[in-house]
């Protein structure tokens, strides 16, 4: 078995094994997002109808997998891709009419207040979310009672309490994983500004091994794609799970 075919694996995500792993690893601008979009999506109730905020969207792999698996009506924004790029994707796979893209930067978004009944964010968060102000401006854009859920890159200890970033981990993100925090970090950011009630926060159990076969299957897929994933197969394959994984975090408006 290739490690493409690897990506099927309707044990653990029954859902995102219902997607070709090459048409996803064809949108790739991060780690396995259909596995951590099925993971996390367990930890919130989305509902057909629900108008869906899909922060940092990329090239609109999670927008499909919500229009299709879960219902509800979809604003994909991310500040990178085009609308015209991530249209193209919402119209072949026939989910134009539930799916809007949006160009917007995280900290300008162009939408009035309580407009969503739901944000989700995939491998983003991490970019811009970490700053002490930023989750009460986001949560002006959710509904009363309204879902917020994260997936983000996570260490299963704090790098200020480690008084360094992991040397396997520096070489390859440097600075950048200061804000890849651990699950009770995100709880007690989001919970001390008393604008949502936080949930669930957990590190993903296992989600180094999906971080590295997802990296694999990338390779394989793509072998020009070796240059910038080889150092990162070598970091997770030197973590063996001892610091990096994904933490995954769900809340609701107060």
Known sequence: MTAVDELIRPDRYPRSSGYDPRWLLGLDMGPNPLW???DLAGDLDLRPGMRV?????????????LAREFGVQVVAADWWISTEEASAVFAEAGVADRVEAVRAEAHTLPFEGESFDAIVSIDAFEYFGTGDHYLPYLVRFLRPGGQLGIATPGMTREVRDLGEIPAHVK???????IAWHTAAWWRFQWEITEQVTVTS??????????WLLWTRAAVEHRPEAAITQQPVLDMLTADQGEFLSFTLVTASKN
């Not at 905020?53 to 997998?65: N, P, Q, R, W, Y």
């Not at 070489?171 to 994983?177: L, R």
């Not at 926060?201 to 999906?210: C, M, V």
């Open 36 to 38: 951590l979009l099925e």
């Open 53 to 65: 905020l899909d922060l940092g969207s990329g090239k609109g792999a999670t927008s499909v997998f």
């Open 171 to 177: 070489k390859v993100v440097g600075w950048e994983a």
């Open 201 to 210: 926060a957990r590190l993903q159990e296992e989600g180094w091994r999906d």
